[in-house]
């Protein structure tokens, strides 16, 4: 299993950034996703996840509200939809995939893209 993000860059806050994830194998639609952030100095933490069908999903409460998950299955790919972005949003987000476990554990997760940086500007 291999994934890709993308979609990560400066931007002002206030505004919005979409992240994508693309991934490699056939039972992409079996495995729930997750995006996960790190922020400087910090322990990663749990952001977003969506279920396989995509019909169910969970927000951490920092984000809830603000950013959305959604998956193409067709396309193998996740997505991060961040709006009203604020400098503590600032950090380098992970777009994983777990085969079981609870969906805030990343041991939940055993397979990681490498990451994309966000940095929102005061």
Do not use: H
Not at 15 to 39: D, K, V, Y
Not at 80 to 86: D, F, G, I, T
């Amino acid at each position: 299993v291999q994934l890709q993000a993308s979609g990560g860059g400066l931007v002002q806050a206030g505004g919005s950034l979409r992240l994508s994830c693309a991934a490699s194998g056939r039972t992409f639609s079996s495995w729930t996703m997750g995006w996960f952030r790190q922020a400087p100095g910090k322990e990663r933490e749990f952001v977003a996840a969506i279920s396989g069908s995509g019909g169910s999903t969970t927000y951490a409460d920092s984000v809830k509200g603000r950013f959305t998950i959604s998956r193409d299955n067709a396309k193998n790919t996740v997505y991060l939809e961040m709006n009203s972005l604020k400098p503590e949003d600032t950090a380098f987000y992970y777009c994983a995939a777990r085969t079981a476990g609870a969906i805030w554990y990343q041991e939940s997760y055993p397979y990681w893209g490498q990451g994309t940086q966000v940095t929102v500007s005061s």
